[in-house]
Nanobody
Framework: VQLQASGGGLVQAGGFLRLSCAASGFTFGVYHIGWFRQAPGREREGVACFNNDDSRTYYADSVKGRFTISSDNAKKTVYLQMTSLKPEDTAVYYC???????????????????????WGQGTLVTVSS
């Protein structure tokens, strides 16, 4: 199993970035793929999730309306489009994959780290003020 995150970088406040998570080694269509972030001195936080099993999406309140998660089944890649970036979005962003349980539609579940089985390496996003 491999999850390859990319797309991080330095951007000014108000700018945008698109992160990519390329997946391989598992049945992409039955997994949910999430993005998490961790800033220095802070706990890892669930940001967004795309459930490939039913195409539902979930977002943390802190990014709703600014971030959009999408999935390309053919490319086995999940994207996180981040707009209106703020300095507080600065963190290492990780993508992760979990086997989707049937009939679970709780946002809380999909934004918890323990709902994921596989993790990729992080990509650093730095938003300057």
């Amino acid at each position: 199993v491999q999850l390859q995150a990319s797309g991080g970088g330095l951007v000014q406040a108000g700018g945008f970035l698109r992160l990519s998570c390329a997946a391989s080694g598992f049945t992409f269509g039955v997994y949910h793929i999430g993005w998490f972030r961790q800033a220095p001195g802070r706990e890892r936080e669930g940001v967004a999730c795309f459930n490939n099993d039913d195409s539902r999406t979930y977002y943390a309140d802190s990014v709703k309306g600014r971030f959009t998660i999408s999935s390309d089944n053919a490319k086995k890649t999940v994207y996180l489009q981040m707009t209106s970036l703020k300095p507080e979005d600065t963190a290492v962003y990780y993508c992760a994959a979990g086997l989707s349980p049937p009939d679970v539609t709780s946002g809380h579940y999909y934004l918890m780290a323990r709902s994921y089985d596989y993790w990729g390496q992080g990509t650093l996003v730095t938003v300057s003020s």
